[in-house]
């Protein structure tokens, strides 16, 4: 049986990347568990949008949390296959 958290989580990814996966600055939207060193909630899934280092967060317009997942962003280079 799947995890309902998985579940909800995909669904909570799918609508961010309809929010912001369109933005030029934007590598990738992933789930992943939080790793902030004394982060409270360390540990817990959150969404994480990969944006291009000097990138302009304000006008990406990127919400704090999305169906109650926290959402980080991560600076991220060009990703290409290897």
Do not use: N
């Amino acid at each position: 049986m799947a995890d309902p958290i998985d579940a909800r989580a995909r669904q909570a990814r799918a609508v961010l990347e309809g929010q912001v996966l369109a933005h030029p600055d934007v590598r990738a939207i992933d789930i992943g568990r939080e790793d902030a060193a004394g982060a409270a909630d360390r540990g817990s899934v959150v969404l994480r949008v990969h944006v291009r280092p000097g990138a302009d967060r304000s006008a990406l317009r990127i919400p704090a949390e999305v169906d109650g997942f926290p959402v980080r962003v991560v600076a991220a280079g060009d990703y290409r296959p290897e």
